[in-house]
């Protein structure tokens, strides 16, 4: 298994950045297809962005594409989702995810045996 540790949210401005780090431990990160959810209170958790274990391909929300990126380095057992244009709906708790070797499904949150605690992300109007 993997242990998955968030950090880097906060309270932003509409418009802003903000940059999620998951620093997984436990496993071979490198063998690990990551991803990213998010939950905002009274609604049901759903997808992101997510990266195959090979780091050759993303994927992502239609309503985050061309404002965020997920990358990883797997040198520091790190993934990153870089956040930018953010908007008052991006609002809520960001969680890591983690899957051996995904083949499919990188947006199905069922798919994923390993998640971190979450780390808040306010965007203020």
């Known amino acids: 298994q993997v242990q998955l540790v968030e950090s880097g949210g906060g309270l932003v401005q509409a418009g802003g950045s903000l940059r999620l780090s998951c620093v997984a431990s436990?496993?071979?990160?490198?063998?690990?297809?990551m991803a990213w959810f998010r939950q905002a209170p009274g609604k049901e958790r759903e997808f992101v962005a997510a990266?195959?274990?090979?780091?050759?391909?993303?994927y992502y929300a239609d309503s985050v594409k061309g404002r965020f990126t997920i990358s990883r380095d797997n040198d520091k057992n790190t993934v990153y989702l870089q956040m930018n244009s953010l908007k008052p709906e991006d609002t809520a708790v960001y969680f890591c995810?983690?899957?051996?070797?995904?083949?499919?499904?990188?947006?199905?949150?069922?798919?994923?045996?390993?998640w971190g605690q979450g780390t808040q992300v306010t965007v203020s109007s």
């Open positions: 995810a983690a899957q051996f070797r995904l083949s499919g499904g990188y947006d199905a949150s069922v798919r994923y045996g390993n």
């Open positions: 436990g496993r071979i990160f490198s063998s690990y297809s």
């Open positions: 990266i195959t274990w090979s780091g050759g391909s993303t």
